[in-house]
């Protein structure tokens, strides 16, 4: 009995430190917005740039509350304590619980889904302009704070064939907020997205990778799903830390593709186009993942989905890049019609 309950002692003190070690992984102050905004951002009347938008009657009404998970309202930082060891609600943060809906890596061999989140910032600029030099498609969850400031930069990479998905207006730790304002989130972010580009994405990533059944539960009835990452290179500590070496991004690609427990297989890394020190190690990291003779494209292609919009846009492979003709420009100094969305009856093709 003795033995036993030292197991079960050991096992506790396991709990408690993995609960006090996840919280400590979100960053005190995440900086939202280290580059200017463009002069003219999207045409609208948008809540205020980088507070969380208050509960919005038309979009909670979209939503049947009774059937979101009852799941606990989290402090932020995120709370791991009451999770553990059950973890009832899947609570990605604590656990890294996922369920089948979800979005983790790519499930083929030699896929590899870039994916780079928190812009589009004008770092972004940078990044698309080297992305299209080899010929390379990746996925980007956006801020809807910052679709709003850099509207064209959005656009110049959805006319480009890059996938782009939701990541919230003000990127709070969603398990932390309330039913209203995670609507409020995602909603106003989507509302954003289509209004700068015409489409609305189906795939979101919870900031931080925070969500639960709860934040699932109204994911689904906004047609949103989650999608979060099996490789993280945890570049956002080199704003965040002094003593960061940039190195260690490239570095962690050059062991992910030689590691024996991940080479050959499918995945989905995260970085971020928020900073410019980071978008300047894309040009490292990209002939790594092809020189390991990986397939890099959008993360929706990996996962045999070639149409992430509402709209019918279609992703498509081809070793030539042709451009679709999609007229949008919804910047303050547009004349267009700000209420337009693609036909659905005609398929606009985005070749990759």
């Given at each position: 009995?003795?033995?036993?309950?030292?197991i079960?002692i050991s096992?506790a003190?396991?709990?408690m430190?993995a609960s006090?070690?996840?919280?400590?992984?979100?960053p005190?102050?995440?900086?939202?917005n280290?580059?200017?905004?463009e002069?003219l951002?999207l045409?609208g009347?948008?809540?205020?740039?980088?507070?969380?938008?208050?509960?919005?009657p038309?979009?909670?009404k979209?939503?049947?509350l009774?059937k979101v998970?009852?799941?606990p309202?989290?402090?932020s930082?995120v709370?791991?304590?009451?999770?553990?060891?059950?973890?009832?609600?899947?609570?990605?943060?604590?656990?890294?619980?996922t369920?089948?809906?979800?979005?983790?890596?790519?499930?083929?061999?030699?896929?590899w889904?870039?994916?780079?989140d928190?812009?589009?910032?004008v770092?972004t600029?940078t990044l698309?302009?080297y992305l299209?030099?080899q010929?390379v498609?990746?996925?980007?969850?956006v801020?809807?704070?910052r679709?709003?400031?850099n509207?064209?930069i959005?656009?110049?990479?959805f006319k480009?064939?890059?996938?782009?998905?939701?990541?919230?207006?003000s990127?709070?730790?969603?398990?932390?907020q309330?039913?209203?304002?995670?609507?409020a989130e995602l909603?106003?972010?989507?509302?954003a997205?289509?209004t700068?580009?015409?489409?609305?994405p189906?795939?979101m990533?919870?900031?931080?990778?925070d969500?639960?059944?709860?934040v699932?539960g109204i994911c689904?009835?906004l047609?949103?799903?989650?999608t979060?990452?099996?490789?993280?290179?945890?570049?956002?500590?080199s704003q965040a830390?002094?003593?960061?070496?940039l190195?260690?991004?490239p570095?962690?690609?050059s062991?992910?593709?030689?590691?024996?427990n991940?080479?050959?297989?499918g995945?989905?890394?995260?970085?971020h186009d928020?900073?410019?020190q980071?978008v300047?190690?894309?040009?490292?990291?990209?002939?790594?993942?092809?020189k390991?003779?990986?397939?890099?494209k959008?993360?929706?292609?990996?996962i045999?989905?070639?149409?992430?919009?509402l709209?019918?846009?279609?992703l498509e492979?081809?070793?030539?890049?042709?451009?679709?003709?999609?007229?949008?420009?919804?910047t303050?100094?547009?004349t267009?019609?700000?209420?337009?969305?693609?036909n659905?009856?005609?398929s606009?093709?985005l070749?990759?």
């Open positions: 009995m003795g033995y036993i309950n030292i079960l096992f003190i396991l709990y430190l006090t070690a996840m919280s400590q992984t979100f005190k102050d995440w900086p939202m280290p580059a200017p905004p002069p951002g045409d009347n948008w809540p205020q740039a980088d507070v969380g938008p208050p509960p919005t038309n979009f909670t979209l939503i049947d009774s998970a009852n799941a309202v989290n402090p930082p709370a791991c304590g009451t999770n553990l060891p059950n973890d009832p609600f899947c609570n990605w943060s604590c656990t890294g619980c369920r089948a809906t979800d979005v983790v890596k790519c499930p083929n061999d030699l896929d889904g870039l994916s780079f928190d812009g589009p910032t770092f600029n698309l302009d299209e030099s010929n498609r990746v996925t980007f969850f801020i809807g704070s679709v709003i400031q509207p064209s959005l656009q110049k990479a480009a064939g890059h996938q782009i998905g939701v990541h919230t207006w990127h709070p730790l969603l398990t932390s309330s039913n209203e304002q995670i609507i909603s106003w972010t989507k509302l997205i289509q700068a580009i015409n489409v609305t189906i795939y990533r919870p900031p931080f990778g969500y639960d059944d709860r699932r689904q009835q047609n949103l799903t989650p979060i990452w099996d490789l993280d290179t945890n570049d956002w500590m830390y002094k003593n960061f070496q190195d260690s991004i570095n962690n690609f062991e992910w593709v030689s590691d024996p991940l080479m050959n297989k995945h989905i890394s995260l970085q928020l900073f410019n980071t300047n190690l894309v040009p490292l990291v990209v002939p790594i993942i092809k390991a003779n990986y397939n890099i959008p993360i929706s292609t990996c045999g989905d070639n149409k992430p919009y709209e019918n846009i279609v492979s081809s070793n030539s890049i042709n451009y679709p003709n999609i007229q949008n420009d919804n303050n100094n547009s267009s019609n700000k209420s337009s969305s693609p659905a009856s005609n606009t093709k070749f990759i």
